[in-house]
């Protein structure tokens, strides 16, 4: 019996997957075909105004596009991915929990898109200046390669749109009993020093630029705790949803 119910989770899992792959190549194919737009309008933003895209191989503009696509694909994908988790793992949930955590999908998708703008219109163009800025100093000539740009521009957006999930999180390991607000307002001092790692990581290694990523992260981290906190007297008001 046990060795049936591991084939049919198996076969669940395969299943959910087949979804999201289908969906995620479809929404690639509709990125491709609105690649252009998107990108005139990236061109057209006084953040890259002064920048000349160039290309240094035959291949980087077929990238870009590629690049491009899969970032349309991927904030499609995600609210069906999470919705596809959560369908896979409510057999498994109460009524109540099954209810209770549905909501997050919406939530997290919220958040994800709020990252995203967040690192595109401030985070980016206050890197892109910094780092433009430098360059002059130095009396280097500005050359830059449009893979570089996007390069850059992704491994700004992409971190700091996972990260604005960290309050999702903490709430879902608050309602499951992981978390508490006491024990996040005790391990607040270690958070910070892990988040101003994290932040370092993720950013150019500039003052300004971790300054730029760590201080949001802090600040999620405090919007967590409130979060926490919310969710726990809830939690301790309705025993019966606990």
């Not at 433009?132 to 749109?161: C, H, Q, W």
């Amino acid at each position: 019996m046990e060795q049936e119910d591991w084939i049919l989770h198996l076969s669940e899992v395969r299943k959910r997957l087949i979804i999201i792959l289908a969906w995620f190549v479809l929404t690639f194919s509709a990125g491709l075909y609105v690649s252009p737009s998107i990108l005139k309008y990236m061109k057209s933003q006084p953040m890259v105004g002064e920048i000349a895209w160039n290309v240094f191989s035959f291949t980087d503009g077929l990238m870009i596009y590629m690049k491009c696509a899969f970032l349309v694909a991927l904030l499609f994908t995600v609210p069906l991915l999470l919705y596809q988790v959560w369908a896979f793992v409510k057999p498994g949930l109460t009524e109540v929990e099954a209810k209770s955590t549905l909501p997050y999908i919406p939530v997290s998708f919220a958040l994800f898109i709020i990252g995203v703008a967040f690192s595109y219109w401030v985070v980016f163009p206050m890197m892109v200046r910094f780092m433009m800025s430098m360059n002059r100093k130095v009396g280097a000539v500005e050359t830059y390669g449009i893979d570089r740009y996007f390069s850059f521009l992704f491994e700004i957006v992409f971190p700091m749109a996972i990260a604005f999930e960290l309050p999702v999180v903490v709430l879902f390991l608050t309602r499951i009993g992981l978390l508490t607000p006491q024990r996040l307002k005790m391990t607040r001092k270690y958070a910070y020093v892990g988040l101003a790692i994290t932040g370092s990581c993720i950013s150019p290694p500039d003052m300004i630029s971790h300054l730029s990523v760590t201080l949001p992260l802090i600040l999620l981290f405090e919007i967590s705790v409130m979060v926490a906190g919310w969710q726990w007297r809830s939690m301790q008001q309705s025993p019966a949803n606990s």
